[in-house]
């Protein structure tokens, strides 16, 4: 079993108990939530204390490079306890998708982060490849994914309805001359 694997199978486990808890009769199902809800409150207290405890004992920069592994980094979201803000986690998931997006001729542009969904727009792509828009969506949707899972949905200013759909649906397009 290599490492993700690893420490991707505890996750599965919650997720089949979740499942396993939500099939319950209704009184059942509630004092589970109930007892769930009450571990969550206490691991939030702890977690919290030892974050502080991190950085006053090693500095910010030692918090952010812990905060940054998996899975500690999905628990602390989970908890609200990230020490990176949002807004900044889409600044670096953005600039990570940046080589992609050029190499098509393209960049992206950071509008808005409301409640309900992150606005971005896509610019520059390149000339007479129909689907190079919805390719780049499909990238700059698995770094947003990967650095700010918490993030709300995507809306990409530059996509018509069609590619739009085309990307999520996760058509691997290119572009067939990509721009050095």
Request: charged share 25%; hydrophobic share 45%; glycine share 6%.
């Amino acid at each position: 079993m290599t490492a993700p694997e690893a420490a991707s199978a505890p996750l599965l486990r919650v997720e089949a108990l979740v499942a396993g808890v939500e099939a319950l009769p209704e009184p059942s199902r509630e004092a589970a939530r109930a007892l769930v809800d009450a571990v969550l409150e206490v691991d939030a207290a702890a977690l919290e204390q030892a974050l502080d405890e991190v950085e006053e004992a090693r500095g910010h920069e030692a918090l952010l490079a812990l905060a940054g592994r998996e899975p500690l980094a999905a628990v602390l979201l989970l908890h609200g306890l990230h020490p990176v803000p949002l807004e900044e986690r889409l600044a670096r998931a953005l600039e990570r998708a940046r080589p992609a997006l050029r190499q098509h001729g393209g960049d992206v542009e950071l509008l808005e982060v409301r409640p309900d969904a992150v606005r971005l727009r896509l610019t520059g792509a390149c000339q007479g490849c129909p689907s190079s828009l919805a390719t780049l969506r499909g990238r700059l949707e698995a770094e947003v994914e990967a650095l700010a899972p918490d993030a709300p949905p995507l809306e990409v200013e530059g996509l018509s309805a069609t590619e739009a759909r085309g990307a999520a649906a996760g058509d691997a397009l290119a572009c067939p001359e990509p721009s050095s």
